[in-house]
């Protein structure tokens, strides 16, 4: 079964930069992280969890949420199973806990619906 860990989440001011990691394990064989779609989504308190970034399996591109286009960016070392999101330009909307997700099989890849293994998340607070 897929586990995945983030780190690297804190807290930083409006503008700044942070990145985020999420190693994986656990996949399912013969598979590797490059069978797998790969995401990043967010949450705040009482609202619906959000697709931020996706990376289609096979190195076949990237998505990105329109409020992080420019700021974010979604990346994989395969040789250390690990996804990373660099975030760049920091604004207060984008506090939130933030969680990676894997899944072999997916049709709406910002959908978090569509994903069935979850890290635990990694909380990123932007103050103003």
């Known amino acids: 079964q897929v586990q995945l860990v983030e780190s690297g989440g804190g807290s930083v001011q409006a503008g700044g930069s942070l990145r985020l990691s999420c190693v994986g394990s656990g996949w399912a ?16 308190p009482g609202k619906e969890r959000e697709g931020v970034a996706a990376a289609r399996p096979g190195d076949r591109g990237t998505i990105y949420a ?22 760049n330009s920091l604004e207060p909307e984008d506090t939130a806990q933030y969680y990676c997700a894997a899944d072999p099989v997916v049709a709406q890849i910002l959908n978090p619906g569509e994903y069935r293994a979850w890290g635990q998340g990694a909380q990123v607070t932007v103050s103003s």
Do not use: A
């Not at 598979?31 to 990043?40: D, L, Q, R």
């Not at 960016?73 to 250390?80: A, E, L, P, R």
């Open 29 to 44: 064989t013969p598979w590797t992280m490059s069978n797998y779609y790969m995401g990043w989504f967010r949450q705040v």
């Open 66 to 87: 329109d409020s992080v286009k420019g700021r974010f960016t979604i990346t994989q070392d395969k040789g250390k199973n690990t996804l990373y999101l660099q975030m």
